[in-house]
């Protein structure tokens, strides 16, 4: 492992130190699920419906059953835990008698064989009567919609509290619902008819950012095997193996004790891999069979049949002053969520009302279903596309009125303790510096001299935005043992995604106080590590680092406790150095670590062993800001948009490691200017996608890209492990925002669309030249 030394801390917080999985990783030697092959190991494949939405007349499975080699054919009528009216797609684990979306199981083959599971597939005969489908949200929402979900069939608001911990006042979710809105919000304060008709600029535009996939290198994938016990073990690439164990124990109807899952090497998530999706049925395939089941979902089944983030449509009006007076706000938000509800409807209420000081505003929001795949979080959830919004909208005001945009941004930029929509106070954040550092930006300061220094005939501007998030709450649990070589092993469940375990390590490190070497990480399984929560919502570091740290804690006050007995000293006179515990003042005088870890382990010893637990909850949040700049030029005749530059500042409370926020950083950039400039599920009429590979769902490569610059901002968060904030989050959200912005600049032309491709900008700038050429 290679350390940076640096001033701040020699131990390990803020230290810059590589992954050390690294290597691994880039060389192919981790071993992720499709990599495990247990005895007597069959291969699980499903048969979805062509159909978005299908009547299921009849299914014939006997030809599939008869192939050799074929071990279990399942149907929903082989299924008795299967129920109508899922509340998530994880229940719905087959298709009973309806199918609701192009790519839904309707029935799972276990095979010797991938390839003969495939030839399973094709002898199931399956016979369809197609119904209408609802596919445009917001036809969906009128009456006389084909329904989506069974009538009674209650929402799901559980991937809302799993990110941001929003809690919306009582009174203010409706009951008034059209066809297929399965979830509504509405908050309003003040009088919004009087803030607009005192308003000097009024500004009204519809935003729309479309279903987007997370984009993880390794798709979904489960191992399942039962033991003669009835036990279930899974080993599963997931996002929390504590909740994957509470939905895969729901599903099936058994005591969530008889379900170990073990976290494998998860290839990416950025919030697909929370919910369960294919371990439900591979559990029961391997129930039917008694053999151990894999299943590895292919590409095309991600794109088809994934959890994609929702499609996203905002109406927003907002007016001002011609001083620059925010006077209203009204907006009408639609949320589509596919076939199942799930999505962070209150996310985008508080965003929208809660960043800027509108001293009135009127906000609905709707959750509205649809006959697509089900969705599920994309690293802050709802928040890219409604700072798309928002910040368009703040950009719009400050031009109309001749302002400075970020002048305006910040007179109005709500402050720590200033309320929210919902009437909460912000928690301490670093909103304001960061907005600050980004306008001292040279890019920003030069960019007149940017816009006019273009030597052919491209069009060139900048663009700014600020966007952030609010950070989840869960509780969690850690421990940390004093090894007798003198060493600290720390043990939690948290799912290392990202790099965690590294700052967990650098923590431990620091509160215990040993160098970083010192310290190993260990992921448990759902039967030994202490309860911990998702690796989601920005919240790992700042909830499972804090457990890591009042456990290291805890350990060093043993330890201490432990030497002042063998030393014979009080224990507020002793430290720890170099690996020995010492009397302050007498060097000479004391014990090693090693000793205390040896006599902890001892035959017949009377000194216990040094083990430190932690196993807090939390009340407080610590919200996370970053600022965008973008530096275009957009070529007059094709519309082709080239990023000559782009810089994230962003705040991280405290950088544990900063070569890891500053990888956070970046890799978020890049997910943020994906959603701006080139991706998106398109579906036809039907309800069938038309670009279900990589050839046609356009990703950014490194090719499309400029070098990215990072500034980190430490504004420290008050119970934040040494300050630390989430820093997952924040930067996937100003970029749509800030490519909008650069744009208006550049061509003078609003696009409230994305992805924002050259088409789209082509037709932008031939409808301008149609618009100014008419007479007037």
């Known amino acids: 492992m290679s350390v940076m030394k640096t001033t701040r801390d020699v131990r390990g917080v803020g230290l810059s130190i590589p992954r050390p999985d690294g290597p691994e990783k880039v060389t192919g030697h981790v071993q992720y699920v499709a990599d495990i092959k247990p005895k007597g190991l069959l291969h699980a494949k499903l048969l979805r419906s062509p159909h978005a939405h299908a009547r299921i007349v009849s299914i014939d499975v006997s030809k599939a059953r008869a192939l050799p080699g074929v071990r279990a054919v399942l149907t929903a009528a082989d299924i008795p835990e299967l129920k109508r009216k899922a509340p998530t797609r994880a229940h719905a684990v087959l298709a009973i008698d309806r199918a609701v979306f192009a790519g839904q199981p309707v029935a799972a083959v276990a095979a010797d064989e991938p390839a003969i599971a495939e030839e399973a597939l094709d002898l199931i005969e399956v016979q369809y009567e197609v119904l209408a489908a609802a596919v445009d949200p917001l036809q969906s929402m009128l009456a006389g919609a084909p329904p989506v979900a069974d009538r009674g069939t209650e929402a799901d608001t559980s991937e809302a509290l799993a990110h941001s911990a929003v809690a919306m006042a009582k009174g203010e979710v409706s009951d008034k619902k059209g066809a297929n809105v399965s979830q509504t919000s509405h908050v309003k304060r003040g009088d919004v008819a009087k803030g607009f008709a005192e308003s000097d600029v009024v500004i009204e535009h519809t935003y729309r950012v479309p279903m987007v996939h997370q984009g993880y290198l390794e798709p979904h994938a489960v191992l399942a095997e039962w033991d003669t016990w009835g036990n279930l073990t899974l080993w599963a690439s997931t996002q929390g193996s504590f909740n994957t164990r509470s939905e895969v124990a729901d599903v099936l109807g058994i005591e969530e004790n008889r379900v170990k899952v073990i976290p494998v090497e998860c290839g990416g998530g950025f919030g697909g891999k929370i919910r369960a999706l294919c371990e439900p049925i591979t559990a029961l395939l391997a129930r039917a069979t008694g053999r151990p089941v894999r299943y590895v979902m292919t590409r095309r089944e991600e794109l088809e049949a994934g959890m994609p983030a929702p499609q996203v449509i905002i109406r927003l009006k907002t007016g001002a002053k011609r001083d620059g007076t925010l006077m209203a706000l009204e907006a009408e938000t639609v949320l589509e969520s596919g076939a199942f509800s799930g999505t962070v409807l209150a996310v985008s209420a508080v965003f929208l009302g809660s960043l800027y000081k509108f001293p009135a505003f009127d906000i609905k929001g709707s959750e509205v279903l649809t006959h697509k795949p089900s969705v599920a979080a994309y690293r802050a959830p709802v928040a890219p596309q409604t700072i798309y919004a928002i910040d368009s909208q703040m950009e719009s005001l400050a031009r109309a009125l001749g302002l400075d945009s970020v002048e305006f941004r910040a007179r109005h930029l709500s402050r720590p303790g200033e309320p929210m929509v919902n009437d909460q106070p912000w928690a301490s954040n670093g909103g304001h510096e960061v907005l600050a550092r980004a306008a001292a930006h040279p890019f920003w300061k030069e960019r007149a001299k940017w816009k006019a220094g273009s030597n052919g005939r491209g069009l060139r501007g900048t663009g700014i935005a600020l966007g952030g998030w609010l950070g989840g709450l869960q509780p969690t649990g850690a421990t940390v043992k004093l090894n007798p070589d003198g060493s600290l092993s720390v043990l939690t469940g948290q799912v290392d995604i990202a790099g965690t375990n590294i700052a967990l390590a650098q923590i431990a490190a620091s509160s215990y106080g040993v160098d970083i ?207 630390a904030r989430g820093v997952g989050e924040p930067p996937i959200v100003p970029a749509p925002a800030a490519i909008a912005n650069a744009l208006e600049d550049a061509i003078g032309i609003r696009l409230t669309e994305c992805p924002m491709t050259s088409e789209r900008i082509a037709m932008a700038l031939v409808a301008k030249g149609a618009a100014t050429s008419r007479p007037v």
Do not use: C, W
Not at 551 to 560: I, N, S
Not at 583 to 603: C, E, F, H, M, S
Not at 636 to 644: A, Y
């Open 517 to 723: 070497e010192k310290v190993k990480i260990t992921t448990g399984d759902t039967d030994v590590a202490p309860m911990t929560g998702l690796s989601a919502g920005s919240k790992t570091i700042y909830t499972v680092g804090a457990a890591v740290m009042q456990a290291a804690q805890d350990a060093k006050r043993q330890t201490l406790e432990i030497a002042a007995g063998e030393l014979e000293a009080a224990v507020h006179d002793l430290e720890i150095v170099d690996g020995r515990v010492v009397v302050r003042g007498v060097p000479d005088r004391g014990i090693t670590l090693t000793q205390i870890g040896k006599k902890g382990n001892a035959y017949m010893s009377k000194v216990p062993p040094v083990l430190g637990t932690a196993h807090p909850a939390f009340s407080q949040q610590a919200p996370a800001f970053a600022a965008q700049i973008a530096r275009i030029e957009v070529d007059p005749d094709t519309g082709e948009l080239t990023l000559h530059e782009f810089v994230v500042v962003q705040d991280a409370g405290r950088a544990i490691n900063p070569l890891g926020v500053e990888g956070q950083m970046q890799g978020g950039a890049v997910q943020s200017l994906g959603i701006a400039l080139t991706e998106a599920l398109s579906y036809d009429d039907k309800g069938r996608l038309t670009n279900p590979s990589l050839l046609d769902y356009r990703k950014l490569t490194a090719a499309d890209l400029p070098n990215i610059e990072t500034i980190i901002v430490e504004v420290p968060s008050p119970a934040g492990p040494f300050g």
